[in-house]
């Protein structure tokens, strides 16, 4: 079995007791490789020294999430565009809009997005994309700025055909994890309808935990019930979920050091 997680935020405090099991219980389950995407700055050093912990394993990606976007959004633009130029970095994410917790920074996540979407096409990296809520929207700004120089992911997918559809125009990959397995959320009709190619698997532990481990921290090695549901979905074995998911992974992430 070959997997690899597209999206988990492996170096938050809900793994600091247990990183080391977890990742070995994500080694056990076939799961090949880790990309971490970045919060803001305050998760930085602990980011980065994950990746250190497991060069190679994990690997880091740099940008402002959009629920992070504050009065200090251009100090936090700074610190991405900063290390950025640094060193190299898997992706910019994750970056995006989300229209479901605060609405008080719409236009500075608007802003964000943009400049981040920039860095991108710049450093010549994918990026990974929250668009909770805004899914329309986010797919709006990407369209405006795609001259072929953007790639990426919309993680954590859950919307309907015709955004899906959307998404795939612009050349992008649907990040799929837990919510595929639960039971109102109405995505297995809608991947019925869209080729294997077009996705890649995530965790986005630890949240969205995959049934049945549905209300528990999630965790890498919980790829394999949503490769297993995958596996239902499309009428193939989960041995081949895998290895179409991690071909695509791999190409959508050029920077594997």
Known sequence: MRLIDTHCHLYVEEFEADVKEVVEAAQSAGVQRIYL????SAEHEALLKLEEVYPGYCIAMMGLHPCYVKENYEEELRKVED?????????VGEIGLDFYWDR???QQQYEAFRRQLELAKHYKIPVSIHSRNSTLECIKEVKAQQDGGLSGVFHCFGGSYELAKEVV???????IGGVVTYKKAGLPEVLKHIPME?????TDAP???PVPYRGKRNQPSYLLPIAEKLAEVYEISIEEIGEITTANANRLFQYQP
Do not use: M, Q, T
């Not at 995407?37 to 803001?40: K, R, S, T």
């Not at 290390?83 to 992706?91: D, G, H, I, S, T």
């Not at 125009?169 to 990040?175: C, D, N, S």
């Not at 077009?198 to 995530?202: A, K, N, P, Y």
């Open 37 to 40: 995407p970045a919060i803001d």
């Open 83 to 91: 290390w950025l130029a640094k060193r190299p970095f898997a992706a």
């Open 104 to 106: 008080n920074y719409d």
């Open 169 to 175: 125009k612009l050349g992008f990959y649907l990040g």
């Open 198 to 202: 077009h996705i890649v698997l995530e």
């Open 207 to 209: 949240y969205l935990s």
